[in-house]
Nanobody
């Protein structure tokens, strides 16, 4: 069973920092990229960052470049989103999502798996 479990959300002051974690299980036979997606109150989900399965490629939406960093710890099967210089507009529910390819299949189709989300609130 595939599970993605986010943690690390909470309340932060503007200018503060939080680190989100995404613990992945059930994808031992898969190559997978991890994306971070957030949903602000009353808005649609917004892609903000991703890290490739190999870890050698990361991307960020312009609004978080220079402030957020995504990384991974393979030994723990965990991905991280380090968020610095937080702003009130960073408030929202943050999700991690995996796009996975099963290496046991000769021509695998990508499958998506999502975590349950963690709330981040930036407020003074």
């Amino acid at each position: 069973q595939v599970q993605l479990v986010e943690s690390g959300g909470g309340l932060a002051q503007p200018g503060g920092s939080l680190t989100l974690s995404c613990a992945v299980s059930g994808l031992i036979f898969h190559y997978y990229d991890i994306a971070w997606v957030r949903q602000a109150p009353g808005k649609e989900r917004e892609w903000i960052s991703c890290i490739s399965g190999s870890g050698d490629s990361t991307q960020y939406v312009n609004s978080v470049k220079g402030r957020f960093t995504t990384s991974r710890d393979n030994a723990k099967n965990t991905r991280y989103l380090q968020m610095n210089t937080l702003k009130p507009e960073d408030t929202g529910v943050y999700y991690c999502a995996a796009e996975a390819l099963d290496r046991r299949e000769p021509d695998p189709s990508p499958k998506e798996f999502w975590g349950q989300g963690t709330q981040v609130t930036v407020s003074s």
